[in-house]
């Protein structure tokens, strides 16, 4: 690995611990597959994600069974999905289907991770009807920057992406933006972390979607193997109870 790589102790999955590593006693990869033994998986850096903390848990414990160490390192804005694509990294945690139009180098597993969902935050009294992107026309949009789907779809429009959610929430609570556009459960935990009120998500969702982990394309001869993990954790159930476990905290 090159030198440009973080340390093992700058590694850290979502503010969770200090260096998120599977357990010591991990299997040996099955005969004649070769993997290097670890990777390193970016993502984009938001405080307490519920969403990101679901899908760390599920693609730790996806490696673990292939008998791999994985490590994951925030990083803020598009800078994780640059690194991915640059082969920085091994690859990105998730991303929603069709990312690798925009970065080629990047893999997608087929298999979903979760599920995700856009929604506007508005003020408890605000009058502000929203109903698909168009709606938010003659809004000021909060947001944090990197998060795709957004920034594709507001385009042209009245956009402040910033570092963090909890900055975007900080603005909508002192009037300086009248909207913020998060995942729901991302948004409901930030508002908690904050001790924010007067703030409610509404409803209908702008989007609804199934995110999907992504690979460099140097690692593509991990797809099948882990395709087929993720699969045997669908029908486990596992993936579904990580997230209802994480996200029913929020």
Not at 3 to 30: D, H, I, K, V
Not at 52 to 67: D, F
Not at 168 to 187: H, I, Q, T
Request: one cysteine or more.
């Amino acid at each position: 690995m090159s030198s440009a790589f973080p340390t093992r102790r700058q590694w850290c999955a979502l503010g969770a611990c200090s260096a998120l590593a599977l357990a010591s006693g991990a299997r040996a990869a099955e005969p004649g597959v070769l993997f290097e033994p670890s990777v390193r998986i970016s993502t984009l850096a938001l405080e307490s994600d519920p969403t990101s903390q679901s899908v760390a848990k599920v693609m730790l414990e996806a490696y673990r069974r292939m008998g791999m160490e994985a490590y994951i390192v925030s990083m803020p804005g598009e800078r994780s999905l640059v690194s991915a694509n640059a082969g920085e990294t091994d690859g990105e945690l998730y991303r929603k289907a069709g990312i690798e139009k925009t970065y080629p180098n990047l893999v997608m597993v087929p298999v979903p991770v979760a599920s995700y969902e856009v929604i506007a935050f508005v003020p408890t009294y605000s009058v502000v009807s929203v109903n698909g992107w168009a709606s938010l026309q003659a809004l000021r949009i909060a947001f944090v920057k990197g998060i795709k789907i957004i920034e594709e779809n507001t385009v042209g429009m009245q956009v402040v992406p910033l570092a963090s959610l909890q900055q975007a929430f900080a603005m909508l609570d002192k009037g300086r933006v009248d909207v913020v556009l998060a995942n729901r459960v991302a948004g409901m935990a930030a508002l908690r972390a904050m001790k924010l009120t007067g703030i409610e998500p509404r409803q209908p969702p702008l989007a609804a979607f199934p995110v999907f982990h992504y690979l460099h394309v140097s690692r593509q001869a991990l797809v099948p193997k882990l395709s087929q993990v993720l699969q045997d954790m669908t029908r486990e159930r596992w993936i579904q109870r990580a997230q209802e476990e994480i996200n029913g905290r929020y």
